[in-house]
Nanobody, 126 residues
């Protein structure tokens, strides 16, 4: 199983970036997907998750209204559109794919995610 993330880079405050993560070697459908991030000196935190059935998307309070998660099952890809970036969004972003059949109420539980990408660095700086 491989998760290949891309799209990180540098952006100015107020700018936008779009992260992508393509999975291979697993059945992508029927699994939740999510984005996590880890800022320097901080623990990894959930940013956004998307349930396996596509009905539920959840966001951390810090990114609500600015970030949008989406998925394309045909391409086995999950995206994170990040708008209105702030300095506090600087972090390494990780995509993750969860266990088959995870129920929606468990999509916010990090333990539900068993496959992880290598991380892509997002730096917001003026």
């Amino acid at each position: 199983v491989q998760l290949q993330a891309s799209g990180g880079g540098m952006a100015q405050p107020g700018g936008s970036l779009r992260l992508s993560c393509t999975a291979s070697g697993l059945t992508f459908n029927n699994r939740p997907v999510g984005w996590f991030r880890q800022a320097p000196g901080k623990e990894r935190e959930i940013v956004s998750v998307f349930s396996r059935n596509g009905f539920t998307r959840n966001y951390a309070d810090s990114v609500k209204g600015r970030f949008t998660i989406s998925r394309d099952n045909a391409k086995a890809t999950v995206y994170l559109q990040m708008n209105s970036l702030s300095l506090e969004d600087t972090a390494v972003y990780y995509c993750a794919v969860g266990k088959m059949g995870t129920i929606s109420s468990e999509t916010w539980n990090p333990s539900s995610y068993i496959y992880w990408g290598q991380g892509t660095l997002v730096t917001v700086s003026s």
